[in-house]
């Protein structure tokens, strides 16, 4: 009995040795095929992420260019000079900001709020990048983009009212326009990362 118990296990071990190998072989070759496939990913990612940097470098360009311009335009002749300018009874002057630069900053806060609110409503948002391409948002990362361009829209808004108020209150403006640059960049930047790490897709 014992001896047949043993042929019984030799036979056994003969035919599932071959069955362990190709086990084996198969395990190693998923455990490559997992390797290549995160590389893969790895290589999309990285990417997407250039593509990410491209499109914030973009919007950073954008924004500086814009700004520069103003700078410019409101150091230039048609800014009304200081001796020129309306003061008030206790000898305050208020800012004046030409009708050019009013005009761009009304058209441009209620383009920002019309594309965001159409976007979001599509649920779909295409954001160009300097190199020709661009990248669509969807999800999440739309309505993070969407909060941005309000603070962006509400920063336009508070030059044209600096204009007409009268009040000696430039220190409100100027902490309302840091508050509003600072959230619109930080959402600008979580929306690209829920974008990129495909957050609330």
Same mark, same amino acid.
């Given at each position: ?8 296990f ?9 069955l ?9 070759t ?20 250039v593509?990410?940097v ?18 410019s ?16 009874? *206790? ?5 004046? !900001?030409?009708? =050019?630069?009013?005009?761009e900053?009304?058209?441009?806060? #209620? %383009? &920002?709020?019309?594309?965001?609110a ?17 990248i669509?948002?969807h999800g ?10 309000i ?16 009040? *000696?209150?430039?220190r409100h403006?100027? !902490?309302?326009? =840091?508050v509003?640059?600072?959230?619109g960049?930080?959402? #600008? %930047? &979580?929306?690209?990362a ?8």
């Amino acid at each position: 009995m014992s001896s047949l118990f043993i042929l019984l296990f030799i036979i056994a071990a003969i035919v599932s040795a071959p069955l362990l190998i190709v086990m084996l072989v198969v395990k190693l070759t998923e455990s490559e095929n997992k390797k290549r496939a995160l590389e893969k990913k790895a290589e999309e990612a990285k990417l997407a992420a250039v593509k990410v940097v491209e499109s914030v470098q973009l919007a950073g360009s954008v924004a500086y260019d814009d700004l520069s311009n103003r700078n410019s335009e409101l150091s230039d002749a048609d800014v009304m000079p200081k001796d020129q300018q309306p003061t008030t009874s *206790n000898g305050y002057t208020p800012n004046h !900001i030409p009708t =050019k630069v009013r005009i761009e900053s009304i058209v441009l806060s #209620l %383009f &920002l709020i019309g594309y965001g609110a159409v976007s979001w409503y599509l649920d779909e948002m295409f954001l160009p990048a300097k190199s020709g391409g661009g990248i669509v948002i969807h999800g999440l990362a739309l309505k993070l983009m969407f909060c941005a361009m309000i603070c962006a829209a509400l920063n336009l808004a508070a030059v044209v009212l600096d204009h007409y108020d009268q009040r *000696n209150n430039e220190r409100h403006y100027i !902490i309302f326009s =840091k508050v509003t640059r600072f959230l619109g960049w930080t959402l #600008l %930047f &979580l929306a690209l990362a829920a974008d990129l790490f495909n957050v609330g897709n």
